[in-house]
């Protein structure tokens, strides 16, 4: 990171450091504590933070506390039990919450980064494929909506 970093303030690149599974977060903390925001963010990944039920915190407390770190994201849901990729609305997410949070932090980009991943359903034809990106974009939409309201009611 002392190399890194350094190198990419040299060049306007900023570093994204994930949340991970089983839950990385006092670590993060660590290396925001080591290095400015103007170097190194998260890159926060909901499913992750999500995941599971036996760390302590949660990783919507984390994404609160941290929330000036935040340079990208990862959206998807899962049942709590593991990293699953689920589209959104369709797992234990607090998606509310999250909208809630997101206008309060240093993100400032699109509500474009979907991890959502077909692969466990086992379709693969054309026509489910379809299917699953217009579900995709409606659940993006959906989502961009709660954040905009969210915003302009004050987070």
Same mark, same amino acid.
């Given at each position: ?11 306007? $690149?900023?570093?994204? /450091? ?7 977060? +006092? ?5 925001? &504590?080591l290095y400015g925001a103007d170097v190194m963010g998260m890159c926060y990944d ?24 935040? $340079?990208?994201?990862? /959206? ?7 990293? +699953? ?5 369709? &797992? ?20 474009v980064p979907l991890e959502v991943s077909l692969d466990k359903s086992g379709e ?8 699953? /990106? ?22």
């Amino acid at each position: 990171m002392d190399v890194l970093c350094p190198y990419g303030k040299q060049h306007g $690149v900023r570093l994204a /450091l994930e949340n991970c599974l089983p839950g990385n977060f +006092e670590t993060l903390e660590k290396y925001f &504590g080591l290095y400015g925001a103007d170097v190194m963010g998260m890159c926060y990944d909901c499913g992750h933070g999500n995941a599971r039920v036996d760390w302590p915190g949660n990783g919507l407390d984390w994404l609160q506390k941290l929330r000036e770190r935040v $340079v990208d994201m990862h /959206l998807h849901d899962n049942d709590r039990s593991e990293d +699953e990729h689920r589209m959104l609305f369709e &797992g234990a997410m607090d998606w509310a919450r999250l909208a809630r949070i997101i206008p309060t932090t240093s993100y400032r980009k699109p509500v474009v980064p979907l991890e959502v991943s077909l692969d466990k359903s086992g379709e693969t034809s054309e026509g489910a494929q379809r299917a699953f /990106l217009r579900r995709a974009a409606e659940a993006g939409r959906k989502f961009a909506a709660m954040i905009e309201a969210a915003g302009a009611a004050g987070g």
